[in-house]
C-alpha cells in the first residue's frame, strides 16, 4: 500500500469507486484456498467492469493452474516483490494491453529461488489494524520443514530483517501514535539465525539482541510477540520480559499435537515433555503469562491412541487460549504422500472434542484477571453516551481472543487507539467486563 500510494495511487473508500480491486490471497491450506477463490468470484460478479488483482500466496503458489482456471481474475501478483505492485497496477490499467483473460502474472514462477534478502518497507504505510495497533515483520519464511506444512514452498526459507531496519520502523510506528507492536513472522524464535552466523537453535537467534534494542526506547507502550516455534524458543527473552513489562508475558506457542508419534511424523524436534517443561520454565518465571496455542487433529496416522495423548496433554498444559485446525492434505509436502490419511469426519470430531474441553480451561484461566487493574488498548466506541468500548488486556492478542467489553463514567473521555487503566469486574463467555 505504501508502494502504490508513493506511485500516486490512493485507496478507495467503496470498491465500486476503484479502478482496481486488489485481493490479498492465501493458499496453505483448502479451507483458506477455498475463501480466496470465492473472494475473486464475488468481487467479479458485484463488479464486472472492475480490474481484479489476485495477490498473494494463493497466486504465488498455483500461478501457473490459475491461470488458466480463474478467468475471473485479470492478473496474478505473487509475494517475492511486494514493491512490484506498481508496475502490476500500471499494467492492469493501460488501455494498451488485452486483458481478454487471465494473462498476466507480475512474479517469479512458484519455483523460483526466493530473494536472499526481504524487501524493506518504503514511505509511510497505511496501517489495516485496529487503532492504537500495528504489526510489524521481523522475519519471512521458514528453515523448519514440518512435514504437514507448505509454508515453506510459499514464502521459502528464512530471512531475517535487520535490527536497525526494524528499529527504524517501530521508532517511526510509536511516533505515530501506535501503542502496540505485534512483532511477525512465521518463527520469530529463530529471528537472525540467518544471519547472527550461528545456526544452532540456543545461541543462534537474535530475537532478544532485537528486543533488547527495543527495549532502550522510551514511552508507553506494549510489544507483543507472535508465533514461536516452541523447539525455538530462546530463554533469555523472559529476561527482558521481567525486567521490562512493557514486553507482554503473552506467548502464542504452536505445540501441534501431544503425542510423541504424530509430532515425529510432523518432524518437530521436540516431544511432549519438552513441550511441557516450557510450559512450566515461562509460567515459573512469569506467573501472569498467557499462553495460546494450535493443535492440528487428524494428521496421517493419527490414531485414537494419539488422540487420547492428545487429550492428556490438552489437560496438563492448561492453555489460556487455543485454536484448532484440522489437517489439510497439501501437495508437495511430505505428510501429502504418508500412508493412513484420517478421514475428514474422524478429524472433524476430534476438533469438535477438543474445543468443547478447552471451553471450561479457558474461562478459568480468564477468571484469574478479575477483580485486577490493568492497562487497556481501547479499540472502538460502541456507545459513547452510554459509555461502552471495546478494548483488549495484554491476554487478549488482536482479533483472535476474546475482547474487554468496558463500561466508563459518561464524563470520561475515551478514545480508541489509546490505553485507559481499568478493573475487571467480571467475565461473560471469553470476554472480560472492565470498568474504568
Ligand atoms: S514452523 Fe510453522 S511455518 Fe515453519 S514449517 Fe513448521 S508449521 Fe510451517
Keep these: 500500500m505504501a508502494s502504490l500510494n508513493g506511485a500516486g495511487w490512493v485507496s478507495a473508500e467503496d470498491a465500486g469507486d476503484a479502478d482496481i480491486i486488489i485481493i490479498n490471497s492465501c493458499g496453505f491450506i483448502e479451507s483458506a484456498k477455498q475463501e480466496s477463490i ?97 504489526y510489524v515483520k521481523i522475519a519471512e519464511g521458514c528453515n523448519n520443514r514440518c512435514t504437514f506444512c507448505s509454508i515453506p514452498l510459499i514464502r521459502g526459507g528464512l530471512r531475517s530483517r535487520p535490527i536497525p531496519e526494524i528499529l527504524a520502523e517501530c521508532r517511526e510506528l510509536l511516533d505515530r501514535g501506535i501503542k502496540e507492536l505485534c512483532l511477525i513472522g512465521q518463527d520469530i524464535g529463530s529471528y537472525g539465525r540467518d544471519f547472527s552466523g550461528d545456526e544452532s537453535v540456543l545461541q543462534g537467534s537474535l530475537l532478544p539482541h532485537l528486543l533488547g534494542a527495543l527495549s532502550g526506547f522510551k514511552g508507553d507502550f506494549w510489544v507483543r510477540l507472535l508465533y514461536i516455534h516452541p523447539d525455538n524458543f530462546p530463554l533469555p527473552i523472559l529476561d527482558i520480559m521481567q525486567h521490562d513489562k512493557r514486553f507482554l508475558p503473552y506467548f502464542d506457542l504452536p505445540f501441534q499435537h501431544g503425542s510423541e508419534k504424530i509430532l515425529k511424523l510432523m518432524s518437530r524436534r521436540g516431544n511432549v515433555e519438552s513441550c511441557l517443561s516450557l510450559i512450566e520454565k515461562i509460567r515459573a518465571r512469569l506467573p501472569d503469562a498467557v499462553i495460546r496455542s494450535t493443535f492440528l487433529l487428524g494428521f496421517p496416522g493419527e490414531t485414537d491412541e494419539d488422540f487420547a495423548a492428545l487429550l492428556d496433554f490438552q489437560e496438563k498444559a492448561q492453555l489460556d487460549w487455543l485454536g484448532c485446525f484440522t489437517y489439510s492434505r497439501e501437495e508437495d509436502t511430505p505428510a501429502y504422500a504418508m500412508k493412513a490419511q484420517v478421514p475428514k469426519k474422524i478429524a472433524a470430531e476430534r476438533k469438535r472434542i477438543i474445543e468443547e474441553r478447552q471451553v471450561s480451561i479457558t474461562e478459568k484461566r480468564m477468571d484469574r484477571f478479575v477483580g485486577r487493574e490493568f492497562d487497556v488498548l481501547v479499540e472502538e466506541a460502541v456507545d459513547e453516551e452510554d459509555g461502552l468500548y471495546l478494548g483488549r488486556l495484554y491476554c487478549q492478542a488482536p482479533e483472535v481472543d476474546g475482547a474487554a467489553v468496558i463500561t466508563a463514567a459518561q464524563s470520561s473521555k475515551i478514545t480508541p487507539g489509546v490505553f485507559v487503566r481499568g478493573k475487571v469486574t467480571g467475565r461473560a463467555g471469553f470476554d472480560l467486563e472492565v470498568r474504568v
Design 38 to 134: 470465492n473472494a475473486v468470484l464475488s468481487w467479479k460478479k458485484m463488479y464486472p467492469e472492475k480490474k481484479i488483482l489476485l495477490a498473494g500466496c494463493l497466486a504465488q503458489r498455483y500461478a501457473k493452474e490459475l491461470a488458466e482456471s480463474l478467468p475471473e481474475s485479470d492478473g496474478l501478483f505473487g509475494n517475492t516483490n511486494p514493491g512490484g505492485i506498481v508496475e502490476a497496477a500500471a499494467a492492469l490499467t493501460d488501455a494498451n494491453t488485452k486483458y481478454d483473460t487471465c494473462s498476466h502474472t507480475f512474479h517469479p514462477p512458484p519455483n523460483q529461488r526466493f530473494d536472499s534478502t526481504l524487501p524493506g518497507t518504503t514511505g509511510q504505510r497505511p496501517l489495516l489494524s485496529l487503532p492504537g495497533s500495528a
